[in-house]
């Protein structure tokens, strides 16, 4: 319950200083909350995060990871896996970042994605959904829980 109260403030406070983020992701510790920007701080399709203050406020906005620029397209639609890695629905992929930020990988989708969730516990699957389509693949890892 204190969670769904924060993020509900958090989104409010982040929609006030920065206009449009297309979907957001606690960290497994909710230490951090990660905004998909289409541009922001300077930089095209960054994902932003902020540290999660103990009264539900956010501090210390700062670019997290980045897709690619050139597209000039940001996230979407994230999820977290059981090692704390972030998938980003964005330009034709679901991109996967450590909990660094660190690009460690890029799944190729047909058509450009919406959105993705990791399937029942133990399923290690990842569903992916986009505009006409719902894919799914395998993965070596399970969805954050």
């Given at each position: 319950m204190e969670?769904?109260?924060a993020?509900?403030q958090?989104a409010?406070?982040?929609?006030g200083?920065i206009?449009?983020?297309g979907?957001d992701a606690?960290?497994?510790?909710l230490?951090?909350?990660?905004?998909?920007q289409?541009?922001?701080?300077?930089?095209?399709g960054?994902?932003?995060?902020?540290?999660v203050?103990p009264?539900?406020?956010?501090?210390n906005?700062?670019?997290f990871?980045?897709?690619?620029?050139?597209?000039k397209?940001g996230?979407?639609g994230?999820t977290?896996d059981?090692?704390?890695n972030?998938y980003?629905?964005?330009?034709q992929?679901?991109?996967?970042?450590?909990?660094?930020?660190?690009n460690?990988g890029?799944?190729?989708?047909?058509?450009n994605?919406?959105?993705?969730?990791?399937?029942?516990?133990g399923t290690?699957?990842l569903?992916?959904?986009a505009?006409?389509?719902f894919?799914?693949?395998?993965?070596?890892?399970d969805g954050a829980?």
């Amino acid at each position: 319950m204190e969670a769904n109260k924060a993020r509900f403030q958090i989104a409010g406070e982040v929609m006030g200083g920065i206009a449009g983020p297309g979907e957001d992701a606690f960290a497994l510790e909710l230490l951090s909350e990660l905004v998909a920007q289409p541009s922001v701080l300077g930089n095209e399709g960054a994902i932003i995060a902020y540290d999660v203050q103990p009264d539900g406020t956010v501090k210390n906005g700062r670019v997290f990871a980045s897709m690619d620029p050139a597209a000039k397209r940001g996230g979407d639609g994230m999820t977290l896996d059981d090692r704390g890695n972030l998938y980003v629905t964005a330009q034709q992929y679901v991109w996967v970042f450590s909990p660094a930020g660190e690009n460690i990988g890029k799944i190729e989708v047909p058509e450009n994605p919406a959105n993705c969730v990791f399937g029942a516990k133990g399923t290690k699957t990842l569903y992916i959904t986009a505009r006409t389509g719902f894919y799914k693949i395998k993965l070596n890892v399970d969805g954050a829980r």
